[in-house]
């Protein structure tokens, strides 16, 4: 799902997993990455827009905000692993 308004991209993944995790650090790392992913996109996106991304397990239901800094340290090692196109 995703909400753009005038300075700010909200963006929600949801996850039907049946296990949901009770904190930030319990979500899978992948999940973070991949989100790490959507964020840096829409940042391309939609220049100059505040970013906030959750993820959403609906079998709690549980939502998660994942903060700007996880992020971004998902993204970086997300471009290490992968090809120079990422840099």
Do not use: N
């Amino acid at each position: 799902r995703l909400v753009v308004t005038q300075d700010s991209v909200i963006f929600a993944d949801f996850k039907s997993d049946a296990f949901v995790p009770a904190s930030l650090a319990e979500i899978p790392a992948h999940y973070i990455s991949q989100l790490a992913a959507y964020c840096v996109a829409l940042g391309q996106a939609f220049p100059g827009r505040r970013l906030r991304a959750l993820l959403i397990f609906t079998g709690g239901p549980r939502v998660f905000e994942v903060p700007a800094e996880l992020l971004e340290s998902a993204w970086q090692r997300l471009k290490m692993q992968t090809s120079p196109a990422f840099a």
